[in-house]
């Protein structure tokens, strides 16, 4: 059974950095777009950034410059790193990936449980 689990999230000051990881793991052939997706409190949930296979990447324009999303193939894990956060940045941060699993004829989307990341001073 495909899972995502990921960690990273907590409480950071604004200003402050945190790395969000997310592995894939579950009779996984092959995994295609990964992203970051993040939902605050009364929003909708929104994309982050995304990553193709290839590395080719995609970023909402509020976390531009700040945020870099990168991914490790072999250990099937996706990554977010976020700089200079700011208190509009605090959402439960959800990973997300298409993903060819054993005995399926195509690629299924997958979620993760969605750490909560903080910011406050």
């Known amino acids: 059974q495909v899972q995502l689990v990921e960690s990273g999230g907590g409480l950071v000051q604004p200003g402050g950095s945190l790395r969000l990881s997310c592995a894939a793991s579950g009779g996984i052939l092959s995994i295609a777009n990964m992203a970051w997706y993040r939902q605050a409190p009364g929003k909708q949930r929104e994309l982050v950034a995304s990553?193709?296979?290839?590395?080719?990447?995609n970023y909402a324009d509020s976390v531009q410059g700040r945020f870099t999303i990168s991914r490790d193939n072999a250990k099937r894990t996706v990554y977010l790193q976020m700089n200079s956060l700011k208190h509009e940045d605090a959402a439960v941060y959800y990973c997300?990936?298409?993903?060819?699993?054993?005995?399926?004829?195509?690629?299924?989307?997958?979620w993760g449980q969605g750490p909560q990341v903080t910011v406050s001073s």
């Open positions: 997300n990936a298409d993903i060819l699993s054993r005995g399926a004829t195509y690629f299924y989307n997958y």
């Open positions: 990553i193709a296979r290839g590395g080719t990447t």
